[in-house]
């Protein structure tokens, strides 16, 4: 079994920063792919971003010079910081365990209750 739980998510004005952070109870944590996705009202849910096991990340390019995924095995934590926020970010983020493979991102399908973060003025 899985779980997954985010927070760090609020309020912040654009131009502002916000630090998401995700526990995982996953078995043998270091071994996952772990990704942050994120869903914005009447939109699908998308990937923003997602570091490997071997520590390498990707971006979606709507992200990519502000976001920061990063991710602490010893905790089984994954963050995202998030600097230069934009109206347009606004969304509830939410972190995924998966596995990657020739580039790509695959998700195992398992969903924490995400974090909420809106970008207003």
């Known amino acids: 079994q899985v779980q997954l739980v985010e927070s760090g998510g609020g309020l912040v004005q654009p131009g502002g920063s916000l630090r998401l952070s995700c526990i995982a109870s996953?078995?043998?944590?270091?071994?996952?792919?772990m990704a942050w996705y994120r869903q914005a009202p009447g939109k699908q849910r998308e990937l923003v971003a997602y570091?490997?096991?071997?520590?390498?990340?990707n971006y979606a390019d709507s992200v990519k010079g502000r976001f920061t995924i990063s991710r602490d095995n010893a905790k089984n934590t994954v963050y995202l910081q998030s600097n230069s926020l934009k109206p347009e970010d606004t969304a509830v983020y939410y972190c995924?365990?998966?596995?990657?493979?020739?580039?790509?991102?695959?998700?195992?399908?398992?969903w924490g209750q995400g974090t909420q973060v809106t970008v207003s003025s």
């Open positions: 996953v078995t043998n944590f270091r071994v996952y792919a």
């Open positions: 995924n365990a998966g596995t990657d493979s020739r580039g790509e991102y695959y998700s195992y399908s398992h």
């Open positions: 570091i490997t096991a071997g520590s390498s990340t």
